[in-house]
């Protein structure tokens, strides 16, 4: 797809701003086929290059997706050591993204993570900071409960400091204390491979969100499938909690 190269699905369907993905079913992609679950990864990370340029096509302008939870360090050491080279190699690629002018921002706890891995991704941030076409962001060792956690303890050494009071604290405050901070909250959750969980994915942000679910497994998700979750998002009436 060329760089700067528009798609539209028709006047009548409005564009989520925000979109989530859960990228599943890599595994299952790759026993299909009677290869190593990290096959699956591959594909998928090559599923992540051409979805998040179809978003940009269609004019999205948020996307994150879901690439490493807090809780998958649970899976053997060789499954976790292929995706966390694999964002190595990415971190180089998403280079690319930078010459579409396409910002990228991290979530999650980067403590855990390599030396070389975060400096590469703070770097990778701070060259793409004013770009505009569209935000990308990549949740690596991110959890929902663990990032309100951590808002949760910066707001109480403010208290303990004397620089807030408890029945000050407001949703906005909490907002702001999230690794998302800037980021707008997301419309439109896309989890693919039949599985219909949030598994601590954007627990705040996705208060509102609409789900959109099929049996797609992760790598073999197309352009075409992100447009079909986008006119079905956008035959959806939200309410946010009106009638
Ligand atoms: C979930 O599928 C997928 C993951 C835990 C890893 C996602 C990582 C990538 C796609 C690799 C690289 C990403 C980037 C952004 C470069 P699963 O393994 O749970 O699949 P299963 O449910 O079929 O077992």
Request: net charge negative; proline share 3%.
């Amino acid at each position: 797809m060329a760089n700067n190269e528009k798609i539209s699905l028709g006047e009548n369907v409005s564009v989520p701003v925000h979109v989530g993905v859960i990228m599943d079913g890599n595994g299952r992609w790759a026993k299909k086929r009677g290869l190593p679950r990290k096959f699956g990864h591959r594909e998928g990370a090559k599923t992540f290059r051409a979805i998040t340029r179809h978003a940009k096509a269609l004019g999205i302008q948020y996307i994150t997706y879901y690439a490493f939870s807090t809780e998958n360090w649970k899976r053997p050491k060789d499954e976790v050591d292929a995706i966390m080279d694999l964002f190595e190699k990415y971190l180089d690629e998403v280079r690319d993204f930078i010459e579409e002018n396409i910002r990228v921002r991290f979530i999650g706890d980067r403590t855990r993570l390599s030396e070389n891995l975060q400096r590469k991704m703070a770097s990778v941030e701070e060259d793409s900071k004013d770009f505009d076409s569209m935000t990308l962001v990549l949740a690596i060792n991110y959890g929902g409960r663990d990032e309100i956690c951590h808002a949760a303890k910066t707001l109480a050494q403010q208290v303990k400091e004397g620089k807030l009071e408890p029945e000050d604290i407001t949703m906005d405050m909490i907002e702001r204390n999230l690794y998302t901070e800037e980021i707008p909250p997301v419309d439109l959750v896309i989890r693919p491979s039949g599985e219909q969980r949030l598994s601590n994915f954007m627990i705040w942000q996705a208060a509102y969100a609409e789900f959109y679910y099929t049996n797609i497994l992760w790598p073999d998700f197309k352009g075409s499938d992100l447009d079909k979750a986008v006119i079905a998002y956008s035959e959806r009436n939200r309410r946010f909690g009106g009638v």
